[in-house]
């Protein structure tokens, strides 16, 4: 008599099982621990490798096939000195050991390169990761170009649609993070420079819940679209700070953006600025090209010290939001490829 009940409890408890290991086996689960590599993944280990792993990201991104199949990586803690480079076709996912997945502040996994665009010859190839492809997601790796003043370089360069960058730290002077082409989604990350440091001119990338900041005096984006169409950049919920680096305070010493194109479009939704935001807000290109004819330049729902004062008369204030949400920026499917875990 008491049989079948137990029975039905154990296919119950079975199917439960069955359904929990399903969904925490998703790889775009946001988790708050993340220290041991995922099952089939790819494993990079800086010292005590064993057979069949990798003690750079270069090689185990090399030992993948450059074939439709999605791909995982996992990267235990260090400091990998070497430049990254991923052209493959297929899905590819890679996780740095973190004990805090939420955010930047508990990376243990770092990549650095120190290189310039007149070493290089042109911008992209300084890139520390260069992430030539779609559908690619990064979690809670820092990427640094250590090069410093006096010449563009990269930390990151980014070209491709459906890229997703989550708990990350991107650390340079000029040109730090390159969002050339395709749609990308910047979330829980920081964002470091000083001169253009979030740039393109094909991309549209919506940053959220990212911490954005100076290092020095100068403008954090620089957009270069050759049409309305073509780029747009929206950062939403997010902080802009001065670097703890940073050798002042910088009060007034910062510019939201300026045009590298007279079809700039860049739009702060929502942000807390500090006081080391100007007043005018936004800046001309130069001079000679001041490049403001075609701009959108705009802000709605500033907060903060920076959010005060008589802004640049190319720009201008909003009262909603309509037109730059995500679903604006990055298109109708963007819940398809976006880990919405980290969405406000």
């Given at each position: 008599?008491?049989?079948?009940?137990?029975?039905?409890?154990?296919?119950?408890?079975?199917a439960y099982a069955s359904s929990w290991s399903l969904s925490t086996a998703n790889p775009l689960e946001k988790r708050v621990s993340r220290t041991n590599p995922p099952s089939g993944a790819v494993v990079v280990r800086q010292s005590g490798a064993t057979s069949g792993q990798f003690t750079t990201i270069q090689a185990a991104v090399n030992s993948l096939p450059n074939d439709g199949s999605a791909r995982v990586i996992?990267?235990?803690?260090?400091?990998?000195?070497?430049?990254?480079?991923?052209?493959?076709?297929?899905?590819?996912?890679?996780?740095?050991?973190?004990?805090?997945?939420?955010?930047?502040?508990?990376?243990?996994?770092?990549i650095t390169h120190s290189e310039s665009a007149a070493q290089a010859g042109s911008d992209p190839p300084t890139g520390t990761l260069q992430v030539n492809k779609d559908?690619?997601?990064?979690?809670?790796?820092?990427?640094?170009?250590?090069?410093?003043?006096?010449?563009?370089?990269?930390?990151?360069?980014?070209?491709?649609?459906?890229?997703?960058?989550?708990?990350?730290?991107?650390?340079?002077?000029?040109?730090?993070?390159l969002a050339e082409s395709g749609t990308q989604f910047y979330a829980a990350s920081y964002i470091e420079g000083a001169v253009d440091f979030i740039w393109g001119q094909h991309g549209h990338a919506f940053?959220?819940?990212?911490?954005?900041?100076?290092?020095?005096?100068?403008?954090?984006?620089a957009d270069g679209p050759t049409s309305t169409t073509d780029s747009?950049?929206?950062?939403?919920?997010?902080?802009?700070?001065?670097?703890?680096?940073?050798?002042?305070?910088?009060?007034?010493?910062?510019?939201?953006?300026?045009?590298?194109?007279?079809?700039?479009?860049?739009?702060?939704?929502?942000?807390?600025?500090?006081?080391?935001i100007n007043g005018a807000g936004w800046e001309i290109w130069s001079t000679a090209t001041p490049n403001t004819a075609d701009v959108t330049f705009?802000?709605?729902?500033?907060?903060?010290?920076?959010?005060?004062?008589?802004?640049?008369?190319?720009?201008?204030k909003l009262t909603s939001n309509t037109g730059f949400m995500a679903a604006n920026v990055l298109g109708s499917t963007w819940t398809s490829w976006v880990d919405t875990s980290y969405v406000l």
């Open positions: 008599m008491h049989a079948p009940s137990i029975l039905r409890l154990v296919l119950f408890f079975l996992f990267i235990f803690p260090g400091t990998y000195a070497e430049q990254v480079i991923i052209p493959r076709s297929g899905q590819l996912t890679i996780y740095g050991s973190t004990t805090d997945s939420t955010s930047y502040t508990s990376n243990s996994v770092t559908n690619f997601a990064l979690y809670n790796v820092n990427v640094k170009n250590t090069f410093g003043s006096g010449s563009q370089a990269l930390a990151l360069s980014a070209s491709g649609s459906n890229q997703g960058y989550y708990g990350c730290g991107f650390y340079g002077f000029q040109d730090t993070l940053f959220e819940d990212c911490t954005i900041a100076s290092v020095a005096a100068g403008t954090i984006t747009l950049f929206v950062i939403n919920k997010s902080n802009i700070i001065v670097s703890s680096s940073a050798s002042s305070s910088l009060t007034g010493q910062v510019f939201l953006g300026r045009p590298w194109t007279q079809f700039a479009q860049v739009v702060y939704t929502s942000c807390t600025l500090g006081a080391h705009a802000e709605f729902a500033s907060t903060g010290a920076g959010a005060a004062g008589t802004r640049a008369s190319f720009s201008k």
